[in-house]
């Protein structure tokens, strides 16, 4: 985390290895589709709340890689610790905070 004036900056740092290629491309797909579903296919917010850079700003990465792992109690928020792992769930976010590729 870095102090920028008064403004706090927070990089997300991935545990180990970026997934194979192949992998980032399904869960590029897992977020356009599965995520996509409830938080907009644009990820705009439709159900769940948007997940674009701005909407995520300032939000800790290790809090929202816990909220794709284990879900929100009491939302529509499922786990997904059965489908990815916890690098994976990081990677995600790192994707997710930076904005995704252009789909092709």
């Not at 674009?52 to 879900?71: M, N, Q, V």
């Not at 990677?91 to 904005?99: C, E, N, R, S």
Request: hydrophobic share 40%; aromatic share 2%; proline share 11%.
């Amino acid at each position: 985390m870095l102090l920028a004036g008064s403004v706090v900056i927070c990089t997300p740092v991935m545990a180990g290895e970026p997934p194979a290629p192949a992998r980032q491309t399904e869960l590029i797909n897992l977020i356009r589709q599965d995520c996509g579903s409830c938080h907009g296919m644009t990820l705009a917010g439709g159900l769940g709340l948007p997940l674009l850079p701005e909407a995520l700003k300032g939000k800790s990465p290790e809090a929202l890689t816990e909220t794709i792992l284990r879900g929100r109690g009491g939302t529509p928020m499922p786990p997904w610790q059965a489908f990815i792992s916890e690098d994976e769930a990081g990677w995600i976010v790192d994707m997710l905070m930076k904005g995704l590729p252009d789909a092709h």
